[in-house]
């Protein structure tokens, strides 16, 4: 079946750690996207890519960084320097141009 | 001020009501969506639409680009309706990039 996977599920990490949340889209999408989700706030975008070998920071960059090395992975480092990184992680996919966003089914990762 | 506004934040209603969630934004769009997030974190795209009107099942969604406003209606409302309800907007100032704004959401409670 077609489309969008995110893993783990539930995430725990420690102060000072950088982790990798994983991404994958068998939709054949070229754009993806990197949302982060916090209680009673919108989703704001972390990153998006439009292409392979390509991405570009979104309104809460800092903290965070990304690779797309390949069309079908997108995934999302947080690093150590991001200051409040427990929340509710969301990847989406979709064509370049008007189209409808596909969303994974979230990261949450709790920071201990 | 939030580009996408809504309301209201939490609705609760009895089982058969006529709901209707509304949606303002402030910036000219390309696009407007309504998207429907499920206890368990998952997002599903529900409507796409740039004028006009949508219809889904029980789920209606019109958009009036002149007063930049769009609702979400859900006829004979079900408990299974509960979600958070979410508008997103394709501002039309990010060109090509699919970047969406979103709101922050309504919570939906229909009782049985």
């Known amino acids: 079946d077609g489309g969008i996977t995110q893993s783990p599920k539930y995430l725990f990490r420690k102060e000072g750690q950088n982790v990798t949340l994983s991404c994958e889209q068998n939709?054949?999408?070229?754009?993806m996207y990197w949302y982060r989700q916090d209680p009673g706030q919108g989703l704001r975008l972390i990153y998006y890519?439009?292409?392979?070998?390509?991405?570009q920071k979104g309104d809460i960059a800092e903290g965070y960084s990304v690779s797309r090395e390949k069309k079908e992975s997108f995934p999302l480092t947080v690093t150590s320097a991001q200051k409040n990184p427990t929340a509710f992680y969301l990847c989406?996919?979709?064509?370049?141009?008007?189209?409808?966003?596909?969303f994974g089914p979230g990261t949450r990762l709790t920071v201990l | 001020k939030n580009e996408v506004e809504q309301s209201p934040q939490n609705l609760t209603a009895q089982e058969g009501e006529f709901i209707t969630i509304n949606c303002s934004y402030s910036?000219?769009?390309?696009?407007l969506h309504w998207l429907q997030q499920h206890p368990g974190g998952g997002i599903v795209s529900l409507f796409m639409?740039?004028?006009g009107k949508k219809k889904h099942g029980r789920l209606i969604a019109t958009i009036n680009i002149q007063e930049k406003h769009s609702s979400l209606h859900i006829t004979a409302s079900h408990p299974r309706d509960s979600a958070v309800y979410i508008c997103?907007?394709?501002?039309?100032?990010?060109?090509?990039?699919?970047?969406?704004?979103f709101g922050s959401g309504t919570q939906l409670t229909v009782l049985p």
């Open positions: 989406a996919s979709s064509m370049v141009g008007p189209d409808t966003q596909y």
């Open positions: 939709l054949n999408h070229d754009a």
């Open positions: 890519s439009q292409i392979v070998n390509d991405f």
């Open positions: 910036v000219g769009i390309s696009a």
């Open positions: 639409l740039s004028s």
């Open positions: 997103a907007v394709t501002s039309k100032t990010t060109g090509s990039a699919r970047q969406l704004t």
